[in-house]
C-alpha cells in the first residue's frame, strides 16, 4: 500500500498495475492490486469514498463520481470500457 504525493492524501493506491500520468484521481479513493488507469480517466470522490477492487482496468476517458448518499465500489476483475 502506498500513498501517491501525486493525487493527494486520501488516495491510496494498493500496488496498482498502470496508473497513465493523464488519469486524475481526487478525494478518498483507493486503487486495489494490480488495477490500472488509462488515458484521460476520472474519479472524484466529493464526500464519498470510491473503491476499485483488485485487478480492475478503468479505461480511456472513463468518468467515476460518487452517489448522493453513499460511495461507489467497482468490483474485481472487472473493466470499466472507454467513455462509460
Not at 47 to 70: A, C, R, S, W
Request: glycine share 10%; charged share 15%.
Amino acid at each position: 500500500m502506498e500513498k501517491n504525493n501525486r493525487f493527494g492524501p486520501e488516495v491510496t493506491l494498493h500496488t496498482p498495475a498502470f496508473i497513465h500520468p493523464t488519469a486524475l484521481i481526487y478525494g478518498k479513493v483507493n486503487i486495489g492490486t494490480g488495477s490500472s488507469m488509462w488515458p484521460y480517466s476520472v474519479i472524484r470522490a466529493e464526500v464519498f469514498e470510491v473503491n476499485i477492487g483488485e485487478y480492475t482496468n478503468i479505461l480511456d476517458f472513463v468518468m467515476i463520481h460518487i452517489g448522493d448518499k453513499q460511495g461507489t465500489r467497482i468490483g474485481s476483475h472487472c473493466s470499466i470500457t472507454h467513455r462509460c
